[in-house]
């Protein structure tokens, strides 16, 4: 017996459904069978993107593919968007970023790759287990990019806090954008290093790694410009005095991991 639209229940939120989609919470009104089709869905939704539905009709939302292409051509409107208010349209930062960490690991576990970001070799004077720390480091640049978030996001809520009423929470979420490009580019950088056959020690690919940091310098210089609305001396002034804050904290903390490391190697 079919069902009337009257008794018809969202089975998500137990409102009433008269059409295709509940008006309340959006859930398409239909089978509870998971099937090929669901995964299917569920994957197009997470990479490509989906409609949220509404009583005012379906709204567009970005999966991650569209939401970091969109950060890539227009950094500057998709943070503003997203810290104006339209968070349900992409991505949210961190699961981007953790999907980004995710799929990229993937990708090169599958490739027999480390992931390379550029960094220059260790001196083999170090001592052994401080060696193991840094070459840890140096092979896990997915883990030393969100290590950075929350120190750039302190540095850079000091060094604007006269021409800004952006919270340190804003700031980390901009960090969140920018970790996942930083993983991004890691990422082809260390396939077109082992694609072309360069010498992972080598000025080649210590030059490609000097332009992701170009380039990640630049995309802050770009967000911070349009959101903060100074110069671009400003702001690049300000992104410079920024990223050396947060690079002396980032190297205070490794060094007392250093220290503890090898204390509690002596004991």
């Not at 994957?43 to 593919?65: C, H, K, N, Q, W």
């Not at 919270?167 to 260390?190: D, K, N, Q, V």
């Not at 992972?200 to 210089?221: A, E, H």
Request: aromatic letters at 10%.
């Amino acid at each position: 017996m079919k069902e009337k639209p009257s008794e018809r229940l969202c089975r998500n939120c137990g409102s009433p459904v008269g059409e295709r989609y509940c008006p309340r919470c959006g859930q398409e009104y239909g089978s509870t069978r998971i099937t090929w089709r669901t995964l299917y869905d569920e994957m197009v939704s997470l990479l490509i993107g989906d409609s949220l539905f509404s009583e005012t009709g379906a709204i567009p939302r970005y999966g991650m593919l569209q939401t970091l292409w969109r950060f890539v051509r227009h950094p500057a409107v998709t943070v503003g968007e997203f810290i104006a208010g339209k968070q349900r349209k992409y991505v949210p930062p961190l699961t981007l970023l953790l999907l980004v960490c995710t799929l990229c690991l993937l990708t090169l576990t599958g490739l027999g790759y480390e992931l390379l970001d550029g960094s220059a070799a260790a001196e083999e004077e170090i001592d052994t287990m401080i060696f193991s720390l840094f070459g840890f480091m140096n092979s896990h640049i997915e883990i030393i990019a969100l290590l950075n978030v929350p120190w750039l996001a302190l540095a850079y809520r000091w060094v604007f806090r006269s021409r800004s009423q952006l919270r340190y929470m804003e700031y980390f979420y901009i960090g969140l954008y920018l970790a996942s490009l930083h993983i991004l580019l890691a990422t082809l950088l260390t396939i077109l290093t082992h694609a072309c056959g360069f010498d992972p020690d080598g000025m080649p690919q210590f030059w490609l790694g000097r332009i992701i940091t170009v380039t990640l310098c630049v995309y802050n210089v770009v967000i911070i410009r349009n959101l903060l609305k100074i110069d671009w001396t400003r702001s690049l002034a300000g992104c410079l005095l920024g990223q050396l804050i947060a690079a002396v904290l980032s190297l205070t903390v490794i060094s007392l991991i250093v220290t503890v490391w090898e204390i509690a190697a002596e004991i």
